[in-house]
């Protein structure tokens, strides 16, 4: 069965640019989760997505955002890029909402944005 | 919301040694605390995890225990191998609305020497 998948695997922008990174959840699984790895940082939620809507929003401005599509696949927007935008991003995915109460996440490899 | 507290920050062990990494949380209504082991340019892990409707969990040479009254839990290795080299991160969630985020501790840098 294949795991979670991101790309692009490395993505280097300069400041004020825009970044859209990709996931791939595992099979069966509808919900997306997106959290950022600073350097020296431990992993902060950044959204949760399931079944196309956005469940839940971490303490970041609105720059960020994303979506999710039919196939449960996600996308995540970074707009008007800084410098502290720079870090490694996870997604995770899990089964959905509908008779879960615990919910195991499993992470993708992770994209690695650099800004310029 | 939720705050994680996770030390040390870094251990380092002889290998055949047990290492121990010890987490607190803030928020009462949490009931599931995951753990990750996360290896040198890859996403993290999940080991193991426990609900808080159990007090210890074990998975061969890896268990995990809950003290739901102090808000901690820990993550016991055994028989460690440098194989088991990596951060770990613990994490704790809640059912609800915020089902669904994870909070992390800082990370364990774990060393294992052979």
């Known amino acids: 069965e294949a795991g979670v998948t991101q790309s692009p695997t490395h993505l280097i922008k300069t400041r004020g640019q825009q970044a859209t990174l990709r996931c791939s959840p595992i099979?069966?699984?509808?919900?997306v989760y997106w959290y950022q790895q600073a350097l020296g940082l431990g992993l902060q939620f950044l959204l949760w997505?399931?079944?196309?809507?956005?469940?839940n929003r971490g303490n970041f401005p609105p720059r960020f955002s994303g979506r999710q599509f039919p196939n449960y696949s996600s996308e995540l927007n970074v707009n008007a890029l800084e410098l502290e935008d720079s870090a490694l991003y996870l997604c995770?995915?899990?089964?959905?909402?509908?008779?879960?109460?615990?919910?195991?996440?499993?992470f993708g490899p992770g994209t690695r944005l650099t800004v310029l | 919301g939720e705050n994680v507290e996770q030390h040390p920050s870094t251990l380092s062990v002889q290998e055949g040694d047990s290492a121990v990494i010890k987490c607190t949380y803030s928020?009462?209504?949490?009931?599931?605390f995951p753990w990750y082991k996360q290896e040198l340019g890859k996403g993290p892990q999940l080991i193991i995890d426990?609900?808080?409707?159990?007090g210890e969990k074990k998975d061969q040479r890896i268990a995990v225990t809950l003290n739901k009254t102090a808000k901690h839990f820990s993550l016991h290795i055994t028989e460690t191998q440098p194989e088991d080299s990596a951060v770990y991160f613990c994490?704790?969630?809640?059912?609800?609305?915020?089902?669904?985020?994870?909070?992390f501790g800082q990370g364990t840098i774990l060393t294992v020497h052979p």
């Open positions: 995770a995915s899990s089964r959905g909402l509908a008779g879960v109460s615990y919910n195991e996440q499993f």
């Open positions: 099979s069966g699984h509808t919900s």
């Open positions: 997505y399931d079944e196309g809507e956005e469940r």
């Open positions: 928020d009462s209504a949490s009931n599931y």
């Open positions: 426990i609900r808080s409707n159990v």
């Open positions: 994490a704790a969630s809640r059912g609800g609305t915020s089902y669904g985020k994870l909070t």
